[in-house]
């Protein structure tokens, strides 16, 4: 297998690899193995070799499937559904490009068999379930078909590699906040509907970060940094990707997660003396003024020697909420630049 989770050189006998079928599909190569070994959706035609091979056929039934299963269609379900259909493929023109569209799924035209191996280009994608994701990148397909279909090893294959290929900070904010935001959307116009994707997706996404974060490294006074989301606030995902950003480049981080009361939040800021507070808000509703206000005032250390903290206003609920002398991040990235020359002294306190 070739480090791209492909079967082997492309072009090699005809076909594409299993790898190029399923970056087309937006699904992890495990995924269409899966379906291929338990509900027989593999490739018609069998070459000599181990490495397989799929025709236009193959891939049809394998969109197929995506889709059904994309709506909501248990894939052993799906499987039957397929394979009882008679799904055409376009008839080509002698240089093998599609004349029309595959039925019966209309869907954006095929592309070629050359097409590169980890495509970047942007463009408007649409999971089967009519999950309105716009102008997104092309792996925002894969991690909303995975999450509808409730696809543990799917989805955290692509997220992994999502990271892994783009850096943390680029998936949060190309990739996986646009799918969240889609699936949010989608439960506000469905009812109670769609309630298990977003969390079964915000669930996984956490596990993903923290699988990405290196140990955290322990941090003179005044050198650490601490995050939490304000009183009321629980939305903490934002927060748990910039805690592993900065841990990722050395800055000590802790990290206490959703809905830090006042008291609880001034007690932990006495005791470890960070160099910067991080305060996350999600909704103007929760982000308070006074609460940074006060934070950003507190001071510790002998006479003479007294510090404060840097108050950060973090998130979307601080729009309007200016804070005089606060610094308030336009993103997560501004934020990691912001904490890190806090903690080199490139900041004055």
Known sequence: MDASGGDGDRGRGGGLTTGEVA????????????????????????????HRRWAPADVARLERMCALTASGLPPAEAARTVLGEDVRVPETEPEGRPTSRPQPQPERPRPPAAAPARPRARGRHRA??????????QECKGVARAALRLDAPALDELLSTTIEEHGLIPAWTEVIMPTLQAVGRKWESSGERYVEVEHFLSWHVSGAVRRC????????????????????????????????????RGVPVRMFGGALPVESLVAAVR??????????????????????????????????ARRRPVVLTLG???????????PRPTGLAEAVAVVEALIRGDVPR
Do not use: F, I, K, N
Not at 222 to 242: I, K, Q
Not at 316 to 326: E, K, R, S
């Open 23 to 50: 970056r087309r599909l937006g699904v992890a190569p495990t995924t269409v193995r899966t379906w291929d070994r338990r509900y027989g959706l593999g490739p018609e035609a069998h070459t000599g070799g181990r």
């Open 128 to 137: 089967g379930s009519g999950l309105r994701l716009g102008d997104v990148r």
């Open 271 to 304: 005791r470890t003396g960070p160099a910067a507070v991080g305060l996350w808000a999600q909704s103007r509703t929760t982000a308070s003024r006074p609460l940074a206000q006060h934070v950003a005032a507190m001071e510790w250390g002998v006479r003479g």
């Open 316 to 326: 979307p609920g601080w729009a309007g909420q200016m804070v005089a002398g606060l």
């Open 213 to 248: 974060s290196p140990p955290v490294a322990a941090g003179r006074s005044g050198a650490s940094t601490l995050l939490a989301c304000v009183p009321g606030e629980y939305h903490t995902l934002p927060l748990e990707v910039l805690a592993a950003a900065l841990a990722q």
